[in-house]
């Protein structure tokens, strides 16, 4: 696979501002740092680890086999080389680090071979190491034993106490296995556990490895290694990496100086001098630039860098004026750009660690134009996607946003090795080489992970019963948007006359009962006007889903009736009178009733006693408006059942409206989090006063016309990463297996065989004949067939596979049957054979009593003697019945049976053995 991640000479081009770094995974070349006059180092608490055994555990967590290759690689490698190795007694030295990664290398990928190298830089696996020993020393570490067996309990340092110690393991109980253990391949089931200790780069560990691999190999021990290192004076404690100290210096003593009598410092200008861009014209410890590149032009890019490395070197603190900080921060990233690409991160890393030892020459980098539009740029897209505001600090890795508040290099090593899986996983599926192509996929997405889509609610078909901006009953609140950011009690809707929340519900009018999936429209409609009675901040709308035929009527279809009868009192009167409406009429109906349109129009006539009933609700009502567009729209917003809830054009899942107290809780929670948006956005003036607040919420990248569930749907597909260990358990609990059937029930097969063939070809055919005979003969064996054809599965293959499926499924299906358990071996080819052309015997040769005639019996040249599962007929007791000779021949083999067991069971009498009873 080629290298997906090599970016680096792109890096500092890509995005960098002054409030912003957006890093890219690639190799990045390293020139020295001017040194700190103050270095400080971190150790841990416990001795160094080498670098062989942290590798193997980085193998390990790739794939358990490549751990057990890495072992014997390293066993069985040269002698002379491993006592070259074992002279440095830390194993953390460069001689080791090449043989680790040398040997790995086999069994990596370029970009896992990288990442081996970070963690072996970060000593990412030592605790790992650290904790194995912790568990040894916990079992109990013999004397002067630097390798060491725990067989159930009792520990030997000899090889040859290893098979003794087996004898007598059955009666100890298993020591405790933990998940991170590494089993020798094939031996996880064996009933022995044994536990081998040490350092497996050492030259004694090789006799006891050889002798667990030969009893794990014949399946006598379950061998797991450990890693074990003996307590040395000469390894030093671990240093680690990926942390960082701060000196925070404070001078307490303040000191009143005039400032007015300050001069200026030499070369610093002043506010009136050009500002910024003239101290580019003034010298650089001494050299004027400008005057050298006009002397000798043909040197320019040799002056640049000597310019930058003056500038780079100057250590000297000196008071700054106010106007020289304002593009402080641009020349700080101008001046990581003008490094180049190999030297940007370095340079990046200095400036920041040291910045005001910067400060003075930073302040005389001009910053291009470019520079200034691409970080404005960049500002405002990263704002507009609320990922980070001008002044904050972010990281992205291939997309993926880390928090900088908890972010460290281990965060950072956790998101490089998925992000390579994935990569690597595109690459072996896809056959994506170039990395131009796999670049495709890790291009950033600043968009929120969670992003939901909603559609566009300034639609006609809502009718909204409140207005928050309009209606009187809000006249009191409060207008601006600035009350958002007004403190309130935890919980408490903060009172604005502004549509921030809108909630839509898409209903079925006449739905009374909740379902076992959600609430009913019934119960969502009487919480909406609870919400409207106590003057909660939320706008409500409905949408009545009905019938979009033409010839439909109010006077038979309740749910018709009702859309009807809001919108006459929402014409009368207002929307809010027709909601209440509505819930009057659910409580006449009750819980356990049923809504007729009866109900209703007799409840509107007792309302409006000048109601014509026929000029509302008979097909040609003029109060029908809006019932197509409410059809079109409960086709766009994606939903499969009614009713549906929107907040703000988002949908709410079905799980959020499951009952009436899980609806209230998460559509307040939503709200809660969406006004802390709406307070962000107030803050940094996206949302100001005068401007439409739908218009706001309905001009978002969110907004889609039409909601697709299958294509905008949240789930994503789960993939499985099998070891070769573990592809056996997969394909095992797919296959499906042939076998023979007895009239013992629950008949457990103790032999599985997997036939694997190519059943184009006549061997393989052969191959699966003899299988499927031998199943048949033998009870206790199980057949499953594996097409393995050289290419693409030809005709005979695919012809076998379906009419096993088929066979399989009408077999299941039959099996349900009670009456057909007796005769299922008959009733299956019988009910298959017009499916699946299945060659049968000539009907006199197997003439049933089930499926034929008396008159055939005459013909039949062999007689079945099934079950018949209406009658429930003993066998013999039909075959006398059936066959008219079967009770001479039945009669002449019981005489047979019982002048044989007469024969046999009468006593021979021997003399001096006789009895009298007295």
């Known amino acids: 696979m080629a290298n997906p991640l090599n970016l680096a000479p792109q890096f500092c081009n890509v995005l960098l501002s002054s409030f912003f770094v957006i890093f890219v995974l690639g190799p990045v070349s390293v020139t020295p740092l001017q040194d700190k006059p103050i270095t400080a180092s971190i150790d841990a608490k416990w001795k160094s680890t080498p670098y062989l055994l942290e590798t193997s555990e980085f193998l390990s967590r790739e794939d358990g086999e490549f751990f057990w290759k890495f072992v014997e690689e390293v066993v069985n490698e040269d002698p002379d080389e491993k006592k070259e190795r074992e002279k440095f007694t830390s194993g953390d030295n460069s001689l080791a680090f090449d043989s680790a990664i040398r040997i790995a290398s086999q069994y990596l990928s370029k970009e896992k071979v990288a990442l081996l190298k970070y963690a072996l830089a970060l000593r990412f696996h030592s605790p790992a190491i650290e904790m194995k020993y912790q568990i040894a020393n916990e079992t109990g570490i013999p004397a002067n034993c630097d390798t060491f067996v725990d067989i159930h309990g009792e520990v030997t340092c000899a090889v040859d ?19 991170f253990d590494n089993h020798y391949p094939g031996s996880d089931n064996a009933p022995i556990t044994a536990i081998l200790y040490g350092d497996f780069s050492a030259t004694k560990f090789v006799s006891f490895h050889s002798a667990l691999k030969a009893l794990a190999s014949q399946n006598k021990v379950d061998y797991i290694l450990r890693h074990f290192l003996p307590i040395s004076p000469q390894r030093r404690q671990v240093r680690l990496s990926g942390y960082g100290a701060e000196l925070a210096i404070k001078s307490t ?13 030499p070369g610093s200008g002043s506010a009136t001098d050009g500002g910024a861009d003239s101290q580019d014209e003034g010298d650089v410890q001494g050299f004027l630039f400008n005057k050298l590149n006009t002397l000798h032009p043909e040197l320019k890019a040799q002056l640049k860098e000597y310019k930058q490395h003056l500038l780079s070197s100057t250590r000297e603190l000196e008071p700054l004026k106010v106007w020289q900080l304002q593009d402080l921060s641009y020349q700080a990233g101008q001046r990581v750009i003008a490094a180049g690409p190999a030297d940007c991160l370095n340079v990046l890393q200095d400036v920041s660690q040291d910045f005001p030892s910067h400060a003075r020459s930073l302040v005389k980098t001009k910053v291009a134009d470019d520079f200034r539009q691409e970080v404005t740029q960049n500002q405002r897209m990263l704002r507009d996607h609320g990922t980070a505001e001008p002044g904050d600090s972010a990281f992205y890795l291939n997309g993926i946003q880390l928090e900088v508040d908890v972010l460290d290099m281990f965060n950072v090593f956790d998101t490089l090795r998925h992000e390579i899986h994935q990569m690597e ?13 796999i670049r495709r996929f890790i291009e950033l997405e600043l968009g929120a992970k969670d992003t939901e889509y909603a559609v566009d609610i300034r639609d006609s078909a809502v009718l909204w019963v409140n207005d928050l901006e309009k209606d009187t009953r809000y006249r009191e609140w409060s207008h601006s948007v600035h009350d958002l950011l007004r403190p309130t009690f935890p919980g408490m809707l903060r009172q604005v006359a502004r549509n921030f929340h809108n909630l839509v519900l898409v209903v079925n009018a006449s739905q009374i009962q909740p379902t076992r999936e959600h609430t009913s429209s019934r119960n969502l409609l009487r919480m909406a006007e609870s919400l409207l009675v106590h003057s909660t901040p939320i706008r409500i709308g409905i949408v009545f889903v009905t019938k979009d035929g033409e010839d439909v009527s109010g006077m038979d279809d309740p749910n018709v009736a009702m859309m009807r009868a809001f919108n006459y009192i929402s014409r009368n009167k207002d929307a809010a009178t027709a909601l209440s409406f509505m819930t009057d009429v659910y409580s006449r109906v009750g819980d356990a009733g049923t809504l007729t349109a009866d109900v209703v129009i007799d409840m509107l006539k007792k309302k409006y006693r000048d109601l014509l009933v026929s000029d509302v609700f008979d097909d040609d009502s003029e109060y029908d408006d809006g019932r197509i567009l409410a059809m079109d729209f409960y086709r766009r917003i994606g939903v499969k059942e009614l009713p549906a809830v929107l907040y703000n054009g988002i949908p709410l899942s079905t799980d959020e409206i499951a009952d009436d107290n899980v609806f209230e809780e998460s559509f307040f929670a939503r709200i ?3 006004t802390q948006t709406f307070q962000r956005d107030v803050y940094h003036g996206r949302l100001q006063e005068g401007q439409d607040v739908t218009e706001y919420l309905m001009t978002g990248s969110h907004i889609l016309s039409r909601l697709n569930s299958r294509i905008l749907s949240k789930a994503k597909p789960t993939y499985a990463r099998l070891l070769a260990g573990s592809l056996g358990d997969s394909l095992a609990s797919a296959l499906h297996y042939v076998a023979r059937r007895d009239d013992i029930a629950d008949t457990i097969q103790q032999l599985t065989v997997w036939t694997v063939g190519d059943f184009d070809a006549p061997e393989g055919r052969q191959l699966a004949l003899n299988a499927l005979q031998h199943a048949r003969d033998d009870p206790d064996v199980r057949i499953s067939l594996i097409a393995n054809s050289k290419q693409i599965p030809g005709p005979v293959t695919i012809a076998a596979i379906t009419a096993l499926n088929r066979l399989r499924g009408q077999y299941q299906g039959l099996s349900q049957d009670p009456n057909s358990l007796s005769n299922l071996d008959q009733d299956l080819p019988n009910n298959m054979i017009h499916q699946v052309p299945i060659k049968s015997l000539p009907q006199e040769w197997l003439w049933c009593e089930t499926w034929c005639d008396d008159a055939s019996k005459k013909k039949a040249k062999t007689i079945d003697l099934c079950n018949n599962p209406m009658t429930k007929e003993p066998k013999l007791q039909a075959a006398q019945r059936i066959v008219s000779e079967w009770k001479g021949y039945d009669d002449e083999v019981r005489q047979v049976m019982e002048d044989w067991e007469k024969q046999t069971e009468e006593p021979k009498k021997k003399p001096g053995h006789e009895h009298t009873d007295l």
């Open 672 to 674: 809660a989090k969406k």
């Open 161 to 179: 106490s290893i098979y003794s110690l087996l004898k007598e393991a059955d009666g100890r109980s298993k020591p405790n296995v933990y998940q």
């Open 253 to 265: 003593e303040y000191k009143a100086e005039d400032d007015s009598k300050v001069s200026a410092a």
């Open 425 to 437: 996983g595109i690459s072996s599926i896809t056959g994506l080489k170039e990395s131009g192509d």
